[in-house]
């Protein structure tokens, strides 16, 4: 709930002392707006919004405040909003603590000098007077202005991997391979001897020229080691949605920049594949006459590799995750939309469907895989077969066509899921 109170207008002459309180909630709105994780230090480029939230109590009043106000600076001054509920500061005080104490607050940054700025928290009390709670500090940097030249200076900028991020939080199984649903989350850090700290922010371009820019606030402990400094906050996370680099593999260079958006050092690359979002298996598709292409391998307990070929039964354990990786392709040889898998017990009118990461590019195939005609048509996924009964499953390779139009089969040979703990047989073809 808020409240719509008419206090009294703010003066910092009216301040008549401190009261409990914390800011503990600071964020910019595009942290917000995407899946970064909220900073130790909050970093936002100049014209982000701030999202603030926190709370503040007179000390011995069973009232809220009747106002609160978020000042930058000593400059700049925001009423917020009160009245929400903050039930875990009443419990951590005292029985006789207000409840609705919480207030929140945007607060623009158009006008403030990259750098450091200091937002300070006051309070209105019911004897007229205002009190002033805990603030917090926060930096304020330009985003990278690719008109500007760049500028010579020694900068370790490490790009350490592009993961999948799934917008429900998991995360895919192969680096580097992101459905177009999905983030790609670019991970690394930079660091500036010359200044003996992070860079203001880094800076993602695509390939197309798209730019992506982020902050180095990430703790990152082997960082700090390597460079035997004592800020680890040098690390950075990007969020870029898949669907606006579009599918197919695109090249990534990352920059570091200062504080007034002017590139510094060299660049560093990184490589990321875009594939379709993997969806529901269409009910109107028609199955096509050619049976689908395909192979593919199950990794057993030991990390031994165990090819999964039509006529050949592989025994696997109920209570173990079976890795599968594989390719498929049309019967005439065309890449896929999206491949499944299928388990269907004899007898079963309808099979189990697993979806799989797919249709994307594998530099060098497994050892004992053959190569497939045409890349593009790897998929992989770890299947759990702990809520399957024990018996024998034919398992298939279901191949969508780009259209979703038509379908393919391919058969996979069959899985003989035994019972838990029965591993003697896990892996062995019959």
Known sequence: MTRDDSPTPF??????????????FLRSAAEIATLSPSANFPRCAVGTRLAVGGWAVERDATDPPAAVRI?????????????????????????????HI??????????????????????????????????????VHRAMRPEFSIR????????????????RGERGPVRGIVPTDHYATVIGWAFRPAGGRAPAGVCVVDDAGGRWNGTCDVVREDARAALGVTDPRVGFEIDIPAASLGRGRHTLTVWAYDGGGQRIGRPSETKVEVVAEVGAFPGY????????????QMTGPKGEQHPLRAGDIVRISSDRVVPIEGWALLGDGSAPRQVILELRAPGSALPIRYYPLSGYHRGVPPKRLPAPPRDGAWFTYALDPSNLEPRDYALEAVVLSEDDY????????????????????TGRRT
């Open 11 to 24: 003066s910092s002459d009216a301040v008549a002392g401190s009261i409990p309180g914390a800011i503990d």
């Open 71 to 99: 000042v930058v600076d000593d400059d700049f001054v925001y009423e917020a909003q009160i009245g929400f509920g903050r039930y875990d500061v009443r419990a951590a005080l005292t029985e006789t603590t207000p409840e």
């Open 102 to 139: 919480g207030f929140r607050c945007e607060v623009p940054t158009e006008g403030l000098a990259p750098g450091l700025h200091l937002l300070h928290v006051y309070a209105l009390g019911h004897d007229g007077a205002w009190y002033e709670a805990p603030g917090r500090t926060f930096s």
């Open 152 to 167: 010579p200076e020694t900068v370790q900028l490490v790009v350490d991997l592009v993961r999948d991020t799934d917008p």
């Open 285 to 296: 598709a028609r199955e096509l006459a050619e049976p689908a292409l395909c192979a593919a």
């Open 406 to 425: 038509g379908y393919a089969r391919g058969g996979l040979g069959t899985l003989r899921v035994v019972a838990d703990g029965d591993a003697s047989g």
